[in-house]
Structures are given as C-alpha cells and as structure tokens.
C-alpha cells in the first residue's frame, strides 16, 4: 500500500470515529430530551413540587430539593476550588517556581485527574468517620471541591502557559513586579481560564459518586450547612432503579434538566470566553 492509499485509508477511519462519536452523543441527549421532555409536558410542575418519599412508592413528588442541593454543594465547591486552582496555576508559571517542581507537581495534579470520584468520596467519608460526624452539605463542598480542584488547575495552568511572552516581556519592561505580571499574564489568558472553571463546574454538578458518600441522599430541602442533602445526579440513580415506571420516568425528567444545564454551561463557557478573548493580545476589540 502507497502513502497516498495510507493517507486516505487514515482519513477514511478518522471521519469514521468522529461520526461514530458524533451520532453516539446525539442519541443519549435526543433520547434524555425526548422522553424527559414528555414528562414535563404532562406535568410541568414537576421540577417544583415538594419531593416525595424516597423510595416514591406512590409515584409522586418533585426534585426541587435536588436542584437546590445541586447549586448549594457545586456552587459554593466551584468559588472555593476556582481561586485554589487560580493561585496554584500563577504559582506554577516560571516567575515563582522552577521547572522541575512545576513538573512533578503537574504529574500529580493528572493522577488526581485521572482518580475515580468515588475515592475522592471515600476519602471524605473516612474523614467524616474520623471526627464523629454525619454527611451533610459541608462535606459534599469539601469533596466536590477537591474533586474539581486538579481539572481547574490544569485547565488554567495550559491557559498560562499559552499566553504570548510578549506580555510578560512588556510588563517586565515598564517596571512591573512578578504579582503584576502574573496579573496580566492571567487577564491575556483568561478565556482559557473561565473555560476551566466553567468545565470543573459541569463535572461537578454532573457528579455522582462523590455526593453519594459525603452529603447523602436527603429527601427533604437543606436548612443549613451540616443538613443532609442530595443532588440531581444522585436522585437520578435511585429514581432510575425503581420498579414503577411513573418514578422512572421522573428519572428522565430530571436527567432532562441536567443536561439542559450542562449544555447551557458549556454555552456560556464559549461566550465568555469570546468576551474575554477581546481583551487578550491579538483579540478584536468592539
């Protein structure tokens, strides 16, 4: 075989798997949207009725205490894991620390990227055994912040790195100390960050098995940091394996509304970034 059949042999596979990909992703979120959006059709109220039992057993009940648990744990986990991956990343550049200790760090920060959620629960569930206390929201923020913390810090750590040294060059040049050009540095590459955090959030919010062992699987709305507590996600799992229908579709309705966030997040990650890119060196100004 020539280089030239190699060469189309090559593209051939490579649109192949795209397409593969491409149609595998259309028909998890045609089929969620569809039979998610059926049940909304017949009972739109269904995202802010009062949950029900937890096992559902009569088939009623909403999961408005599942989104709240949703924004109180992921919400407040991407705020306290955004400015640790910030400061870690800016640490990491050249100003502050040597090559080498960047890169054993960076070495760390992808196995903990690469660590299953359900250790990161684990681990919190240890912790949570050791001190005599209950699962509860505090905990699901502390584990879904650390769950977050290595996808933001390597997000922003590339950001920094692609930033042009001409900025660094320039600020250096004009008298600049190493906070200011860290600053500046950030501000050219801040598409890259907010893409970061906007991803940490999604697989934050679309994270089940670290809630599960560390704020539990509440059916009632958090009335303070140490209430138990549940998530979209979480609720999805138990709904999904019940044996009434009417409960599993509740399921797909409210794996319907996870979806509609994830894809509107990575929506707003795209314009934010193109916000900020105008800021950037070499962005279109308006």
Known sequence: MNRYAKQRLFGWLARGATAIVVAVM????????????????????????PPGSRYMLEAEGGFLHAVVGSVFIVGPATVVSAILAVST?????????????????????????????IV??????????AVGARTSLFFGIVAIAIFQYPIMTRY??????????????ATYGLGGTRFETATMT??????????????????????????LFTAG??????????DGATTLPVMIFDQAMSFNAEVRAHAYAAAFVLIVVVLALIL????????????????THS
């Open 26 to 49: 259309i028909t998890v979120v045609a089929v969620t949207l569809y039979r998610g959006g059926r049940v909304f059709l017949t009972d739109p109220t269904i995202v802010i009725t």
């Open 89 to 117: 990343a800016i640490y990491l550049q050249s100003d502050y620390s040597s090559e080498r200790f960047a890169d054993a760090v960076n070495m760390f920060l992808n196995v903990l990227w690469g660590t299953p959620p």
């Open 120 to 129: 990161y629960g684990v681990f919190v569930l240890t912790i949570i055994i």
């Open 156 to 169: 922003t750590d590339e950001a920094l790195r692609s930033a042009p040294d001409t900025v660094k060059e």
């Open 186 to 211: 950030a501000r050219a590459a801040m598409p890259g960050v907010v893409a970061g955090i906007v991803m940490g959030f999604a697989r934050g919010i679309g994270d089940a098995a670290t809630v």
């Open 217 to 226: 699987r509440s059916t009632t709305m958090p009335s303070g940091p140490f």
């Open 268 to 283: 707003a990650s795209k314009l934010l970034a193109g916000r900020y890119a105008r800021f950037a060196p070499g962005g």
